[in-house]
């Protein structure tokens, strides 16, 4: 295995950490963390209007790809690239945000970890 799909298949396996840490996030995390790292999140959507994870496994974001669309497809699943996208990058982090703080701060749940 080459030097450069070492570093790629690192990159993914890091990514998908990233994405499944986002979504447990409001169960492990105080919501001080996890809404600043959802607002970190999409602020990198508006400057650069991408993941700048992406690039560093050869995602390549034409026809509306995102890294979602492509965990989906390892699943079998087979969704519209741009309904997708348009769903992670406008509704899911403010959504994920919005749960956290109704899960911890609404109904008083202590986050598992800190």
Known sequence: MSTQSIKSSLAFWLHTLAVVAAWVAPFL???KVSVAAYA???IQFAIWGKCLMNEHHGLDE???RIF???LLEKMGFSPNPYWV???V???LYPVLAAFTL???LVLGH???LF
């Open 110 to 112: 202590a986050p598992l």
């Open 40 to 42: 970190a999140v999409m």
């Open 29 to 31: 995390i105080t919501w």
């Open 102 to 104: 109704f899960w911890q």
């Open 89 to 91: 990058r406008q509704w």
């Open 62 to 64: 034409s026809g509306g």
């Open 85 to 87: 996208k348009t769903i």
């Open 68 to 70: 979602y669309t492509d």
